[in-house]
């Protein structure tokens, strides 16, 4: 029986960082499930889901415990299970670009709260305007509405408050 482990590791950038990271996960016949792995300054993040049979994630642990020492990283490990079945939901992906205003990522999860929806996946990605002083920001997230919602309400909510924000927005279904 598969189980799993969620691992959030935090490093100094440098070149081959995934090729380690991975390294354990393949030698001890895990599997990853989902990774997000990315910098933040001159820090590397990786953030992971592997899943595995209890022994072999157990082996993994041990380890990433040694790498993270090994290699001064900071390291958390947690056992998981497959999130809790929840009524129908809707995925949908959620596209904005806008000024970079320090607030628009808590009104946009403020709003998104209220509405009942949960947020399963956000990133954010600041720029400076081509030719221009401008810091922009653009957001990507993807939601899941609950099903009985009725869309044309909420799309309505959500475009009048990018509106509020002059926010250029899509809101699509996941394909």
């Not at 953030?47 to 049979?53: N, Q």
């Not at 990283?73 to 998981?80: A, D, H, I, V």
Request: with cysteine; charged share 20%; net charge negative.
């Amino acid at each position: 029986m598969q189980t799993h482990l969620a691992v959030n590791l935090l490093a100094k950038d440098a070149i081959g960082l995934v090729e380690r990271i991975t390294r354990p996960i393949a030698q001890h016949k895990c599997v990853l499930l989902d990774s997000r792995m990315f910098t933040l300054g001159d820090r590397f993040a990786a953030t992971m889901l592997v899943g595995g049979s209890w022994d072999r994630l157990s082996r993994l642990e041990t380890a990433l415990r040694q790498l993270a020492s090994q290699y001064e990283m900071e390291l958390t490990m947690t056992r998981t299970e497959p999130p809790a079945a929840q009524g129908a939901q809707l995925p949908y992906v959620v596209d904005i670009v806008g000024i970079n205003d320090p607030d628009i990522t808590h009104v946009l999860a403020q709003f998104f709260a209220a509405q009942g929806v949960n947020i399963r996946d956000l990133s954010t990605i600041p720029y400076q305007a081509s030719g221009q002083r401008t810091a922009m920001l653009s957001l990507r997230m993807q939601v899941d509405i609950p099903a009985d919602r009725r869309l044309a309400l909420f799309k309505d909510a959500f475009f009048d408050l990018c509106d509020e924000y002059n926010l250029d927005a899509t809101l699509d279904p996941v394909r």
